[in-house]
């Protein structure tokens, strides 16, 4: 069980990136979703205790992991945002090399570093040097790293990123096999990667927790308030400064604009099914950052 109260973070220039943040962890896939700058990493590196809080307390089945974070760190899978591997080193070195810093059994090792390079499609490409793999690739051994000993806590910060669409599938694949007993936090700016996996999503904005709930909780509060409107070209502006917009397509008939507002925003107004992609940009919008009741 992870528990993380009242936990804050300043940095040292004085900017306040996480505000008096809780949330209770049990198992399942949580989605970390937010803007640029909304305090994803923050939160993931404060849990994989590369970072303190400046206020307040996570707690790993009971024990504060910045005064004492074996257990924790025992337990612990992480790709931080931005990672780095020795270009020289093959993918199996690579992955023996982590095995051995993390303290691994190295011949139980062996065998999990060969189950992972298959998993993440990584066969063959195992033997050359992960200097000359391409972004997605270096990508999929970096999640290889986080899963080498079989986390019961996977942090994983924009997982995705730089990945195509058939290995987007795959590690959505693999998240959702391996979420049985396990807690998996995964961050990222991309709907569709949680809308598909994620059991629950943390939804937060400029460091605020706006909401801790299942997907169709966000869509149900979204009911009712979502229209499609067609509009001339040069009245797009206009609605855009009035409302909160999603996508605008160009149809024969005119600019088709996605509308978020309580109210009907204009005669020809057709109500239209929420999607998670309206709920993000509704509660990140600025214009109704607040909290979700
Ligand atoms: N070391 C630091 N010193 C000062 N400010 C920082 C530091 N690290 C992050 N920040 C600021 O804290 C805020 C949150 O950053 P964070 O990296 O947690 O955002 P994020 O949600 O992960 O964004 P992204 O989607 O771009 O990865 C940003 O405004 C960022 O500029
Ligand atoms: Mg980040």
Redesign the pocket.
Known sequence: MLSIKNVSKK???N?T?LSNFNLELERGIIGLL??????????MKMIATVSKPSEGVITWNGKNIHKDGDELRHDLGYLP?SFGVFPNLTAIEFLKYMAALKGLNMKKAKNRISELIDLLNLSDAANRSIGNYSGGMRQRIGIAQALLNDPKILIVD?PTVGLDPNERMNFRNLINSLAKDKIIML?T?IVSDVEASAEKIVLMNK?KLICFCRNEELLNSLEGTVWECIVRENELKEIKEKYITGNIIRRNEGMAVRVISEAKPLANAVAIQPTLEDAYIYYTSGKRGEKLE
Request: hydrophobic share 25%; glycine share 20%.
């Open positions: 940095y040292s220039n900017f990136a937010g803007a640029n700058g909304a305090g994803k990493s923050t939160l945002q924009e961050s700016h460091g």
